[in-house]
């Protein structure tokens, strides 16, 4: 563990598991990214895939996280899950069941053939099957996007999950305490209003999860 992976407040929490953040990982697709730009840090979402022992992040060619790639910024990468609101006794005890990982590196943005493949392999991850069904990219296409390559060797996670944990003194003082469980399901497929008559929704969207 080095010190940008090291755990400060609650590392009981944490881990450097691979099989964990891995999970973790591949479970999302909606990752906020930090980066330095003109002297200034900034914070943005966007797509995201696990791609083995790398993340990929996905934008346009004129995104900031770009830029600040080729001119050498760090980034510093987040997911993370809200499983559930934690309704404790107390204000200061109420908190949220959550599973976190943080990603530190520098980033590369890829090109040639890793590039083409980069984009295949984040439209499989995003709905596994789509990409059987649909054209390639146009070199048009894969030229006006960026994906910029991040390795997990600095990765952690970090997981809070069961019940509050109150003060033994305002336990049994008749105020409710509990979780209140979260979670992303998606909804039935609708379909767009331009589609051709005859076509069925396909059956990786009917039974998609993440």
């Known amino acids: 563990m080095s010190d940008k992976t090291k ?31 003109e002297d200034r840090p900034v914070v943005i979402p966007t797509l995201y895939a696990r791609d083995g022992d790398d993340v990929l992040i996905h934008g346009s060619n ?22 559930g609101l934690v309704i404790a006794r107390t204000g200061f005890h109420s908190s949220a069941n959550y599973r976190s990982v943080v990603i530190h590196g520098k980033g590369e943005i890829l090109e040639g053939d890793e590039h083409a493949r980069a984009l295949d392999v984040i439209v499989e991850a995003l709905v596994p099957g789509r990409l059987d069904d649909i ?5 048009s ?18 997981v809070r999950e069961g019940d509050p ?20 399901v998606a909804g039935e497929p609708i379909p767009s209003s ?5 076509l069925d929704t396909p059956d990786y969207l009917r039974r998609y999860q993440r």
């Open 165 to 184: 944990i109150d003060d033994e003194e305002d336990i049994g003082t008749g105020v409710w305490a509990g979780v209140l469980p979260l979670s992303q």
């Open 141 to 158: 296409e894969v030229k006006q996007t960026s994906v910029i390559r991040l390795s997990l060797d600095e990765s952690s996670a970090k």
């Open 194 to 198: 331009d589609l051709e008559e005859g």
């Open 135 to 139: 054209r390639p990219n146009t070199t």
């Open 62 to 83: 004129t995104m900031g996280i770009a830029k600040a790639v080729r001119q050498g910024s760090p980034l510093s990468v987040a997911v993370t899950h809200i499983d």
């Open 7 to 37: 755990f400060g407040r609650l590392p009981d929490r944490g881990t450097t598991n691979r099989e964990t953040v891995d999970a973790i990982l591949d479970e999302g697709f909606v990752c906020h990214v930090a980066y330095v730009i």
